[in-house]
């Protein structure tokens, strides 16, 4: 028996609907018909994306998702990355050619630093 992979991914933050709104605004994810009352699932594939209320204290840890990298893919990196960068969004790594196309990471509003590529 083994684990197929990845069938869902959820990032745990402190004002749920700014979070849901910050990844429709910038990422133009659309919510899933359905959603539990503590989360927001958008309408992604192959793997559902979310973003829920805490089962834990995110006030308690030094840095939130140390460790876990979060990639996600887009059409245009770089339209995205021009959009963020315009309204403020924190830029952690600038666009750069990579094995994945074009890639960089921001940073949400709970400070989790997601990678996208196109």
Same mark, same amino acid.
């Given at each position: 028996?083994?684990?197929?992979?990845?069938?869902?991914?959820?990032?745990?933050?402190?004002?749920?609907?700014?979070?849901?709104?910050?990844?429709?605004?910038?990422?133009?994810?659309?919510?899933?018909? #359905?959603? /539990? !009352?503590?989360?927001?699932? =958008?309408?992604?594939?192959?793997?559902?994306?979310?973003?829920?209320?805490? $089962? *834990?204290?995110?006030?308690?840890?030094?840095?939130?998702?140390?460790?876990?990298?979060?990639?996600?893919?887009?059409?245009?990196?770089?339209?995205?990355?021009?959009?963020?960068?315009?309204?403020?969004?924190?830029? #952690?790594? /600038? !666009?750069?050619?990579?094995? =994945?196309?074009?890639?960089?990471?921001?940073?949400?509003?709970?400070?989790? $630093? *997601?990678?996208?590529?196109?």
């Amino acid at each position: 028996m083994a684990a197929l992979g990845p069938s869902f991914l959820a990032l745990q933050v402190r004002d749920l609907q700014a979070s849901a709104h910050f990844y429709e605004q910038h990422l133009g994810l659309t919510r899933a018909a #359905v959603s /539990p !009352p503590h989360a927001v699932v =958008f309408d992604t594939q192959p793997v559902p994306f979310a973003v829920r209320e805490p $089962a *834990v204290d995110l006030d308690a840890v030094d840095k939130l998702g140390w460790g876990v990298a979060l990639w996600l893919k887009a059409e245009d990196a770089d339209k995205i990355h021009d959009a963020m960068a315009a309204e403020g969004v924190p830029i #952690v790594t /600038p !666009p750069f050619d990579g094995p =994945f196309g074009r890639t960089f990471t921001f940073a949400d509003p709970d400070g989790y $630093a *997601v990678t996208l590529h196109s």
